[in-house]
């Protein structure tokens, strides 16, 4: 992997990290499924007019529209909704944590499914390693908040069922779509996963906003233009130009962000069994993305 994508990995980590706090403090304001839906549509709307000038026109290719929106399905609309909604029964910082196992799910499926990506005895082990971690965390029930006994675990089974989307999504995107676009696919999935979720939303969702304050207003603009716009924009770049090993090293930066700012602001607890599954998850992620150097034989007489 090369060093130049150091930068977007930060950058992406700091984008959903943040998006996940956000989040969990919007759904507090608004119905969870309104709240997505919203965040959803206002990001296609800005997103809209990037597309426009870019061409002059939106895009007609059939090529495009078809993976688009199957992308789109998969990697927006289900990881989306899945993961805020795992967000009412633990903290940003569980959520990030349980986030972190990516990189096992994307490992073992580019190893079945991506040439160039197969599995060494180092990812084998880290797999291992980060799996203990994520069993550990959910057999305990720990939520990550205060005054919270053994969490609901749900949250688990919806934050695993996002990450299934996600790692489908990862392996269609370096097989099928790296010749495409990223603004042209970065605005059609945002369209259809928007039309998806509020068609939801109208079944399922509250349409009231009575009790929405200023901060709830705010933390719904910054899901929306960081987590949804940004955060798919550039998730896309990097799943296109560095791989899928690259994307997964974004896990490996979400859960530090998403656990400073949730204690800061929202009061969110850090136990030790927090900080132990970190370390196993951590741990089987550095295996996972360690490289392996084989010593250089030099001729004798040289």
């Known amino acids: 992997m090369h060093t130049k994508a150091f930068p977007y990995i930060g ?13 969990r403090f919007g759904i507090g304001e608004f119905n969870p499924y309104l709240f997505i839906a919203l965040r959803l549509t206002i990001a296609m709307l800005f997103f809209a007019p990037v597309v426009l000038w870019k061409n002059g026109r939106f895009p007609t290719n059939p090529e495009l529209w078809r993976k688009a929106v199957l992308s789109g399905i998969i990697g927006v609309s289900i990881p989306m909704t899945t993961f805020i909604l795992s967000l009412q029964y633990q903290s940003s910082g569980m959520a990030s944590i349980f986030v972190t196992t ?16 197969k599995l060494t005895r180092n990812k084998a082990l880290g797999v291992t390693l980060a799996l203990v971690g994520a069993l550990f965390l959910a057999l305990r029930g720990e939520s990550g908040l205060a005054g919270v006994g053994r969490a609901n675990p749900l949250g688990f089974l919806l934050v695993t069922t996002g990450l299934l989307a996600e790692t489908v999504n990862t392996m269609y995107v370096r097989r099928h779509m790296t010749h495409l676009d990223p603004i042209e696919v970065t605005g059609i999935r945002l369209a259809v996963g928007a039309l998806i979720l509020i068609t939801v939303a109208f079944f399922l969702g509250d349409f009231s906003f009575a009790h929405v304050t200023a901060a709830g207003y705010f933390s719904l603009a910054y899901a929306a233009l960081i ?21 997964a090293l974004t896990s490996y930066l979400i859960p530090v962000v998403a656990t400073v700012f949730g204690v800061l602001l ?34 004798v007489g040289d």
């Open 11 to 23: 950058l992406l980590s700091l984008f959903w990290g943040t998006n996940i706090v956000a989040s």
């Open 102 to 117: 990516s990189p096992v799910q994307i490992v073992l499926a580019a190893h079945f499914f991506l040439p160039d990506e």
């Open 227 to 247: 987590g949804a716009l940004a955060g798919q924009f550039t998730a896309f770049y990097i799943q296109r130009r560095f791989g899928a090993t690259a994307f």
């Open 266 to 299: 929202l009061g969110e607890i850090v136990t030790w069994a927090m900080l132990i599954g970190v370390l196993l998850i951590g741990g089987g992620i550095y295996l996972i993305n360690r490289r392996v150097y084989e010593p250089q034989m030099v001729p």
